[in-house]
């Protein structure tokens, strides 16, 4: 059995830190729809901070990546 320890606020320790959290969030944006398709983004900083842009056909395909090269 455990037992219940009180501390003040902001005290106490966590496994979860603002790094997990940030690390494994997705940020969704820029939503568009093209015919039957829509398009958004996706921010990854899981990956480097890299954003994507992600498609869903109407039939309700699996999203696939659209790979996106800038002029250079």
């Not at 496994?15 to 969030?25: K, M, Y």
């Not at 969704?28 to 983004?41: A, K, M």
């Not at 842009?53 to 990546?65: K, L």
């Amino acid at each position: 059995m455990s037992t219940s320890k009180v501390g003040s606020y902001g005290t106490w320790s966590s496994t979860i830190t603002g790094d997990l959290v940030v690390t494994e969030s997705l940020t969704l944006g820029e939503p568009r729809v093209d015919g039957d398709s829509i398009f958004w983004t996706e921010g990854r900083p899981s990956e480097g901070g890299r954003t994507v842009v992600v498609a869903r056909s109407a039939d309700g395909a699996s999203d696939r990546q659209v790979q996106i090269q800038t002029a250079g």
